[in-house]
Each structure stands twice: as C-alpha cells, then as structure tokens.
C-alpha cells in the first residue's frame, strides 16, 4: 500500500532472496508465495497521494520547523490502515522539514483527524501557531468499494407502552417517578401542563398549571419538558420557557424568552449506569442546547456548546448523540433532508430516508448506545433502532408501527427510554408512549 520509496528496502531483501531461491525447488517457491502475499497489500488504495498533499498544505502554513502532532482515527480504518497512514504522514512532513516534538516544545499543534463520508475518506487538519486562530486544511481520497467493513448486529427489540391519550394536541409527557411502572407523569398541551396519578389502572388529574404567553403560537407547535437534576420541571416552547417553583410542582412561573432547548437528558452528562460487555469508555454527553426559531418548528443551528469548531450546524429538526472513546458524533435531521454526522472536525451529510425525528438512547444492550429514528409511510410513521459501528447505521431492531404520524420522538429522562407521540388516524386522539428497548428478540 506504499510507494518505492517507502518501501525501499524490502524489496531489495526480496531481489536477494529469490536470486538464491534459484538454487532449490523449494526454496524457489517458498520465496513466489512469500512475494505473491507482499504483493497482495500492493493492490490496496496508495495512501500517499493525500498523505504528501496534506503534508505540503500543513507545510503551507506551519513552515519548515517543529511541531507536535496528533493524528486520530475517526473513519472505520481498521488499525493496520491507520497505523501505516500515520506513518506515511509522519515521513510526507519530515521531507518537508518538519520536525515532531511534545507541545511545549513546538513551535505549532497539529492535529489530523481521519474522516469520511459515502464517497471518500476526509482528512483535516486543524493547525495552532501561538495565539493565532486555528487555520484549517483539508484533504479527500477516494474510498474504494471494497472498503465498507462487516459488522455484526445486535437483535433487540423494540417495546411501546401506552402512557395517556386525549383528544388535545399532546407536545410531551415527563414520567415525573420511577417504579417498576410510572405513577406520576406530567403532559403538556399548548395551554397547560397537567400532573396526573396512577390510580387503580387509570390516570387521575391531580393539579394543572397553565402557560402563559402573550403571542400567538406557531402553526407547527413543538414544546419539551425536561426535569433537570433536583427534578424540577422546566418547559420549552416557542418563545416561552417556564420552570416549576418546587417540588410539589404547585406553580409554574413562564416568561418571553428565546434561550436555547436542552437538546439532552441531563442523565446523559451523568457516569454510564448501565456498562456493557461491548461498551468502551465513553466521554460524557454536554448538555447541549439549542436555539428554536420561534415562529417555525425547528431549530436555527446556532448550538452552545459548540461541537468542535462548529458553533452553527445547518438548521435542523432533531438531534441524537452517540458518544466515541474521544469524543462525540452528533446527528441532526436537518432540514435539507439529510441527516448531518458532525464529530467537530467534520460535517458529512447522508440521505438515509429517515423523518424527522431522531433521538438516541443509553441502554444495557448491545454497544450501549442506539439511536431511534423514525420513517414515514402510507401516512403511517415506524421506529427503528439503529447503532453505528462507524459512519454507517446497521438496524438493530424491527421496526414499530403507530397509527399515524408521529409528532413527537424525545430522549427520556432517565436516558433508557423514549417519549413517542403519535396522532391515531383512525381516533383522532394523540397517544403519548413509552418506548424502550429489550436486550434480545
């Protein structure tokens, strides 16, 4: 997979060892097999076009000198590949004059990620001279055919359970306490958040807290509850954002604002409780948070924090985040119609004929993390989970139907489990579900 000149003196070893194969039989064709399986790799894609190209434009603007460089796999590149480009980099730069050291010896950080999208591998450099803002340099390869690894999938099962239903729009349920079934759980319309108990198989209303809001709402209504970590109750909704006063959850206090969603569960910020064989050590999720466009129904892009370099993704409808062992891949069904996979260095967008709606869960099955997205047809939306082993999802589970289009698909807050709202075509009522994963079919 290298040029003649990295390889220069294996095959020179080579010439001198078939010219005394000639001498015997054996030897002869011990060394032709010997030769046809070094020949195989030579087959492979040659690496050092783009490794030369990205060492003569991080030359560009490093200059001949010293600098410390880290180079990570973010593509499905197994091992071998990525051990034999990193050396390929490493010997491009060195014949322009660089000179590898620690950080606080070097005069600039590089930084090389290995990316890719459908089509081609993406590397990009990020560059740090002194105080100066980061300069960015870019790179592409052709990504062969052959070059889609195997992966195996996990069965799993996917389960909903019906939490409450009504005539009314219905923006989100909160299970407001755990048991082995929920007993509390909290439902926002678009005038009022209702708090209802389990009691003898069936919801009673407890206590109902209207919203206030002095403008109109949007056509398309979109709202979030979300119970932070003293388990109060926080309200999203175009505009407004309201937050309960204490525990009873008795008031609800609501004003103008456009701060930015909680994308999240804050569970996902939190030490992984549920480890798998197949889990790596992950990063924790940051919370997130993104700014809605008040008179549409989605968001603007804007996100804090940033991922990586990005501060403004395109404008999306939703967003799930797998975490990575150094860092993590967020997915965001934009509003372009493709699903964006952003790692902070790159952005590949995908047609994968998803909806609009996708969310990620952490559980105990399978690599620990599946992300849940939904697809449309015969005005009847599906579910299915998926896991990404690199940048291609594999299913992980059937699909499940509902009986109509869904209209809400969010993270729960314990982080295990979704909240799905779908409007039944045949009632008319939107039912509110519980939606979770089994380990196994």
């Not at 001498?23 to 399986?37: E, I, K, M």
């Not at 390929?88 to 010896?105: P, T, V």
């Not at 459908?118 to 990504?143: D, M």
């Not at 809400?408 to 939107?430: F, H, M, P, R, S």
């Amino acid at each position: 997979m290298r040029t003649a000149v990295y390889n220069s003196a294996i095959p020179a070893a080579i010439l001198i060892s078939v010219n005394r194969a000639l001498r015997s039989t054996s030897l002869r064709l011990a060394s032709l097999l010997f030769l046809a399986l070094l020949a195989i790799p030579a087959r492979a894609v040659d690496w050092s076009v783009p490794e030369q190209e990205l060492a003569r434009k991080i030359v560009t603007v490093t200059g001949p000198g010293v600098i410390a460089l880290t180079v990570e796999n973010r593509s499905s590149l197994g091992t071998r590949e990525n051990g034999i480009i990193q050396n390929g980099l490493r010997l491009a730069l060195g014949n322009l004059g660089i000179r590898f050291a620690k950080s606080e010896q070097a005069a600039a950080t590089v930084t090389i990620s290995l990316s890719e999208n459908s089509t081609s591998y993406v590397w990009v450099a990020q560059i740090h001279q002194s105080a100066s803002e980061a300069a960015i340099v870019i790179v592409s390869a052709p990504r062969p055919e052959s070059s889609v690894p195997a992966r195996d999938s996990v069965p799993l099962t996917l389960h909903k359970s019906l939490l409450y239903s009504q005539n009314e729009p219905i923006l989100d349920v909160a299970i407001l306490e755990e048991n082995a079934s929920p007993t509390h759980i909290a439902v926002l319309d678009p005038e009022e958040v209702s708090i209802y108990r389990l009691q003898g198989g069936k919801w009673q209303p407890e206590e109902s807290m209207r919203i206030s809001h002095s403008r109109p709402w949007p056509r398309d209504l979109r709202g979030k509850l979300v119970l932070d970590r003293d388990h109060l109750l926080q309200v999203y909704l175009p505009g407004v954002i309201c937050s309960s006063t204490g525990a009873s959850l008795l008031a609800l206090n609501c004003r103008e604002s456009d701060d930015p969603w909680l994308l999240v569960p804050v569970s996902f910020n939190m030490p992984n409780v549920f480890p798998t064989a197949n889990s790596i050590s992950t990063p924790s999720v940051p919370l997130m948070k993104a700014f809605f466009a008040p008179t549409r129904d989605f968001f603007t892009g804007v996100v804090t924090p940033p991922v990586g370099k990005f501060s403004n993704l395109p404008k999306f409808y939703s967003a799930a985040a797998i975490p990575r062992e150094k860092y993590v891949l967020w997915l965001v069904a934009a509003t372009d119609g493709q699903i964006h996979m952003i790692d902070g260095v790159s952005d590949q967008a995908v047609r994968l004929g998803w909806g609009s709606d996708l969310t990620s869960v952490r559980t105990q099955c399978g690599a620990g993390w599946q992300v849940l997205a939904t697809t449309s047809a015969d005005n009847r939306d599906s579910i299915r989970a998926y896991e990404f082993p690199d940048r291609d999802p594999v299913a992980v589970s059937a699909p499940i139907d509902f009986a109509g289009p869904i209209t809400t698909l969010w993270t729960e807050a314990k982080g295990d489990a979704a909240i799905v709202v779908a409007k039944n075509q045949e009632t008319g009522n939107y039912e509110a579900y519980r939606l979770e994963l089994a380990c196994g079919q």
